[in-house]
């Protein structure tokens, strides 16, 4: 059966410790000319600054599950495209951390038998019969977010996603500036 999960509309941090590469090598060339210790605290920073990106990119996951849940809730349906928001969707704004903490993706994950569950309920009808689409799962953020030739596209996570990717570079050029200078 297929479905959309490929197109689900997905807000993505993560962290680049790539820049490291630079200050163990003048630590390399540091502990070469007689300064060993240099490596050691190459590593000690390193770890330090690997720790707060983590929980960096852990904070950026929630403040973009916050902005799009509250875009979503105040801005998106309401008559607009024909969307009719049950609170499915917002609720189903997920973040998932990546195994090594350093990536962070945020996405809807209501599916359209949620939000036919939730307008049945909402109308009285609730049924415990199972609802699905005829074409298996289908994530109805796709649709919200890039619209149907049906329905005008109402974006929620891409906005807010943009508006937050903004704010995020400074403030952690800012944090890694602290963690390995110590000064602001």
Do not use: C, W
Request: avoid cysteine; glycine fraction near 8%.
């Amino acid at each position: 059966m297929a479905n959309n999960y490929d197109q689900i509309p997905v807000v993505t941090f993560s962290i680049d410790v790539d820049y490291f590469n630079q200050l163990f090598e003048t630590a390399r060339g540091l502990a070469h000319n007689g300064m060993p210790e240099a490596i050691e605290e190459a590593n000690k920073e390193y770890r330090r600054a690997v720790a707060l990106s983590k929980a960096f990119i852990k904070n950026a996951g929630a403040r973009e599950q916050e902005a799009a849940q509250g875009l979503e809730r105040t801005q998106v349906g309401h008559s607009k495209s024909g969307y009719e928001p049950t609170g499915t969707l917002q609720g189903s704004i997920e973040i998932k951390l990546s195994d090594d903490g350093k990536s962070v993706s945020v996405m809807p994950m209501a599916t359209v038998a949620d939000q036919k569950r939730a307008l049945a309920a909402i109308a009285g009808s609730g049924s415990k019969k199972p609802i699905t689409s005829q074409d298996g799962v289908d994530y109805y953020g796709v649709y919200v977010e890039f619209g149907t030739y049906r329905m005008a596209p109402e974006p929620f996570m891409k906005p807010t996603g943009e508006k937050i990717a903004m704010r995020l570079n400074n403030e952690f050029e800012r944090i890694m500036r602290l963690a390995v200078l110590g000064s602001d």
